[in-house]
């Protein structure tokens, strides 16, 4: 058979390019390995940055997870200065648990005209011609396509099978969450985030009134995590400043986590006739939360950049690179979380930025338009920001 576009994995990143692609007219395939719609992924904190709010808005997607039960709202942030709280009108963050919504994101996309969803089929090779991909292998079938598509994660079968280099960075910092009925937070909002220097712990109010508590200690804390997972998982929390009242929560859910979760960067257009969005270009430190709202953003900047060569059989190549420029607002903002994903305290600079930011409201904006991953990261980090931190913290 063959396609415009092949996408392997249907995830958030490649469910989203599918949807899109498909809206712009062209025939896409995802290839997905699991069986059924309704598998999820589960090492997945799901909590999408205020960032990545118009791009949902835009097309629709902010929409069907409200639909869906997902919960909106702001996000606090205490720091040894207190707690930082956004002013109205900034972009809002969005959870939706993935069980809810990687089954909502394939329906959107098998109802998509031009879109096929083909579940429980593994791609097993690459086709090359003239030294570009051309299609893949799945089993006996091949599936010729003009565009291929890694959209299968972090590890990425695809770019293996492509044999494209890893450049990986490690995390100091290991993660464990679960989710509890009958939270009751007692900090400012109703989700919120802690950064202790160097653990961090977050509170996210999610789908169907629940929430989801989650500690990223230092992994000098490992061994004391071990034996019992859900109870030091709860006194983690309960020794947070004005930590959330667990008195009458019930767990559901088991303790999810990972002892050990690196930062991967990937070229995202490694061979002509191949590129890779999502977790297979770069997989963030998840301690900020970037995962889910990168993979919505950067699908939307591969379609964009693609989508009219493939329609008018232009330069798809010149898309491809335009594609890979639009990529450089992530992988500044990841250059930044490789470095806090060291777990070590934080050094002059952001100390004084945070100390100034509470005195003023324009340098406080910034800071949290940063953290929502709502502007470049030469927003914050600059010449012009430090000099404003400096004016805010000395005078009277």
């Known amino acids: 058979m063959t396609y415009d576009v092949v996408i392997v994995g249907a995830g958030v990143a490649g469910c989203t390019a599918a949807i899109l692609y498909g809206r712009a007219g062209l025939r896409v395939a995802i290839i997905e390995k699991h069986r059924t719609i309704s598998t999820h992924k589960v090492l997945c904190g799901h909590f999408v940055l205020g960032g990545t709010q118009p791009m949902l808005r835009r097309t629709g997607l902010w929409e069907a997870m409200v639909d869906a039960g997902a919960a909106v709202g702001d996000i606090a942030r205490w720091t040894t200065a207190g707690w930082f709280v956004p002013e109205p009108g900034l972009p809002e963050c969005i959870s939706l648990r993935r069980e809810k919504l990687d089954p909502l994101l394939r329906t959107i996309a098998a109802g998509t005209p031009g879109v096929d969803l083909v579940l429980g089929r593994t791609v097993t090779g690459l086709l090359e ?35 494209v280099p890893e450049d990986v960075a490690p995390n100091e910092r290991f993660g464990l969450w679960a989710y509890y009925r009958g939270v009751v937070p007692r900090g400012p909002a109703a989700s919120q985030i802690w950064s202790l220097d160097p653990d961090v712990g977050i509170l996210v109010r999610t789908d169907h009134d629940l929430h989801m508590l989650v500690a990223f200690p230092a992994k000098a804390r490992l ?4 034996a019992d997972r859900a109870g030091a998982l709860e006194r983690f929390m309960a020794c947070l400043p004005d930590a959330p009242d667990l008195s009458s929560a ?51 900047w591969l379609v964009e950049s693609t989508a009219p060569a493939l329609l008018d059989s232009g330069d798809l190549e010149a898309g491809v690179a335009a594609y890979r420029q639009a990529l450089e607002f992530i992988v500044e903002h990841d250059r930044i979380g490789r470095r806090d994903a060291l777990a070590r305290p934080a050094n002059p600079v952001q100390k004084l930025v945070t100390k100034a930011a509470y005195r003023d409201r324009e340098l406080a904006r910034r800071v949290y338009l940063f953290s929502m991953r709502a502007i470049p990261a030469a927003g914050l980090v600059s010449a012009r920001t430090l000099l404003r931190a400096v004016w805010g913290a000395i005078r009277p």
């Open 129 to 163: 011609s003239g030294g570009r991909i051309t299609g893949v292998r799945v089993g006996d079938e091949e599936i010729q396509a003009r565009l291929v598509v890694g959209a299968d994660g972090h590890r990425s079968p695809v770019a293996q099978l492509a044999g």
């Open 223 to 226: 061994a004391e995590f071990q």
């Open 250 to 300: 019930e767990r559901v859910s088991k303790v999810i986590g990972t002892n050990d979760y690196p930062c991967v960067r990937r070229d995202p257009a490694p061979r002509p006739g191949l590129v890779l969005v999502g977790d297979a270009a770069i997989t963030g430190d998840p301690t900020p939360a970037v995962g889910c709202g990168w993979a919505f953003r950067a699908a939307e």
